[in-house]
Protein backbone atom coordinates (compact mmCIF):
# COMPACT_ATOMS: atom_id res chain seq x y z
CA UNK A 1 0.00 0.00 0.00
CA UNK A 2 1.52 3.46 -0.93
CA UNK A 3 1.67 5.90 1.65
CA UNK A 4 -0.72 9.27 1.17
CA UNK A 5 2.64 11.51 1.66
CA UNK A 6 3.52 9.86 -1.45
CA UNK A 7 -0.04 9.66 -3.05
CA UNK A 8 -1.34 12.92 -2.73
CA UNK A 9 1.89 15.01 -5.00
CA UNK A 10 1.61 12.07 -6.92
CA UNK A 11 -2.18 12.70 -7.77
CA UNK A 12 -2.02 16.13 -8.12
CA UNK A 13 0.75 16.21 -10.99
CA UNK A 14 -1.33 13.65 -12.55
CA UNK A 15 -4.48 15.64 -12.62
CA UNK A 16 -2.43 19.11 -13.21
CA UNK A 17 -0.95 17.28 -16.12
CA UNK A 18 -4.24 15.75 -17.16
CA UNK A 19 -5.58 19.36 -17.23
CA UNK A 20 -2.69 20.86 -19.17
CA UNK A 21 -3.36 17.79 -21.42
CA UNK A 22 -7.36 17.65 -21.94
CA UNK A 23 -7.39 22.03 -22.10
CA UNK A 24 -4.34 22.80 -23.92
CA UNK A 25 -2.83 19.88 -25.91
CA UNK A 26 -5.89 17.90 -27.12
CA UNK A 27 -8.51 20.42 -27.23
CA UNK A 28 -8.68 21.55 -31.02
CA UNK A 29 -8.86 25.43 -32.13
CA UNK A 30 -12.41 24.00 -33.18
CA UNK A 31 -13.49 23.01 -29.58
CA UNK A 32 -12.47 25.97 -27.94
CA UNK A 33 -14.20 28.42 -29.95
CA UNK A 34 -17.19 26.31 -30.60
CA UNK A 35 -18.24 24.81 -27.29
CA UNK A 36 -19.96 27.56 -25.79
CA UNK A 37 -21.98 28.27 -29.11
CA UNK A 38 -25.84 27.79 -29.13
CA UNK A 39 -27.27 24.29 -31.31
CA UNK A 40 -25.15 21.61 -32.71
CA UNK A 41 -21.82 22.92 -33.39
CA UNK A 42 -21.56 23.86 -29.51
CA UNK A 43 -22.75 20.54 -27.80
CA UNK A 44 -20.91 18.46 -30.60
CA UNK A 45 -17.45 20.81 -29.64
CA UNK A 46 -18.31 20.50 -26.27
CA UNK A 47 -19.46 16.70 -25.29
CA UNK A 48 -16.08 15.81 -27.50
CA UNK A 49 -13.84 18.18 -24.83
CA UNK A 50 -15.72 16.58 -21.80
CA UNK A 51 -15.42 13.42 -23.07
CA UNK A 52 -11.57 13.69 -23.21
CA UNK A 53 -11.38 14.86 -19.80
CA UNK A 54 -13.66 12.17 -18.48
CA UNK A 55 -11.57 9.74 -20.42
CA UNK A 56 -8.41 10.71 -18.82
CA UNK A 57 -9.85 10.97 -15.39
CA UNK A 58 -11.06 7.06 -15.80
CA UNK A 59 -7.68 5.92 -16.53
CA UNK A 60 -6.46 7.43 -13.59
CA UNK A 61 -8.59 6.24 -11.39
CA UNK A 62 -8.06 2.86 -13.09
CA UNK A 63 -4.21 3.45 -11.95
CA UNK A 64 -4.84 4.92 -8.91
CA UNK A 65 -8.58 3.86 -7.19
CA UNK A 66 -10.20 1.27 -9.78
CA UNK A 67 -13.29 0.97 -7.37
CA UNK A 68 -13.62 4.72 -8.61
CA UNK A 69 -14.03 4.29 -12.20
CA UNK A 70 -17.59 6.05 -12.35
CA UNK A 71 -15.81 9.51 -11.35
CA UNK A 72 -14.54 9.59 -14.97
CA UNK A 73 -18.46 9.83 -15.74
CA UNK A 74 -18.47 12.34 -13.30
CA UNK A 75 -15.69 14.36 -14.55
CA UNK A 76 -17.31 14.43 -18.05
CA UNK A 77 -20.08 16.06 -16.77
CA UNK A 78 -18.80 18.28 -14.82
CA UNK A 79 -16.20 19.21 -16.89
CA UNK A 80 -18.40 20.20 -19.55
CA UNK A 81 -20.94 22.02 -17.38
CA UNK A 82 -18.10 24.20 -16.05
CA UNK A 83 -16.81 24.55 -19.74
CA UNK A 84 -20.43 25.29 -21.47
CA UNK A 85 -21.07 27.90 -18.39
CA UNK A 86 -17.73 29.86 -19.28
CA UNK A 87 -18.18 29.69 -23.11
CA UNK A 88 -22.11 30.98 -22.67
CA UNK A 89 -21.04 33.89 -20.41
CA UNK A 90 -17.89 35.04 -22.81
CA UNK A 91 -19.99 34.51 -25.52
CA UNK A 92 -22.92 36.37 -24.48
CA UNK A 93 -20.54 39.50 -22.96
CA UNK A 94 -18.61 39.52 -26.63
CA UNK A 95 -15.66 38.82 -24.48
CA UNK A 96 -12.15 38.01 -26.27
CA UNK A 97 -8.64 38.02 -25.41
CA UNK A 98 -8.41 41.91 -25.19
CA UNK A 99 -10.98 41.68 -22.38
CA UNK A 100 -9.70 41.37 -18.81
CA UNK A 101 -12.83 39.75 -18.04
CA UNK A 102 -12.38 37.16 -20.71
CA UNK A 103 -8.83 36.24 -18.72
CA UNK A 104 -10.79 36.61 -15.41
CA UNK A 105 -13.59 34.04 -16.39
CA UNK A 106 -10.64 31.72 -18.07
CA UNK A 107 -8.83 31.72 -14.18
CA UNK A 108 -11.84 30.90 -12.70
CA UNK A 109 -12.63 28.31 -15.43
CA UNK A 110 -9.21 26.66 -14.29
CA UNK A 111 -9.56 27.63 -10.95
CA UNK A 112 -13.23 25.55 -10.71
CA UNK A 113 -11.52 22.56 -12.44
CA UNK A 114 -8.64 22.58 -10.18
CA UNK A 115 -11.09 22.02 -7.18
CA UNK A 116 -12.51 18.95 -9.08
CA UNK A 117 -9.51 17.73 -9.27
CA UNK A 118 -8.67 17.92 -5.50
CA UNK A 119 -12.23 16.53 -4.44
CA UNK A 120 -11.15 13.30 -6.63
CA UNK A 121 -8.12 13.31 -4.99
CA UNK A 122 -9.90 13.44 -1.11
CA UNK A 123 -11.69 10.79 -2.45
CA UNK A 124 -8.99 8.72 -3.70
CA UNK A 125 -7.29 9.16 -0.47
CA UNK A 126 -10.55 8.21 1.52
CA UNK A 127 -10.64 4.92 -0.49
CA UNK A 128 -7.13 4.22 0.05
CA UNK A 129 -7.77 4.87 3.91
CA UNK A 130 -10.89 2.79 4.18
Known amino acids: MISWIVLLPLLYLT ?3 KQFA ?10 AMNKGAPGLAGYTALAIHAAIHGAMTFLIMLVFAPGLWWLGLVDCVVHGTIDRTKGIITRRYGWGPNDRWFWWSFGLDQEAHNLTHFAYIMLVLLSVAA
Open 15 to 17: FRA
Open 22 to 31: GDFLLQTDWM
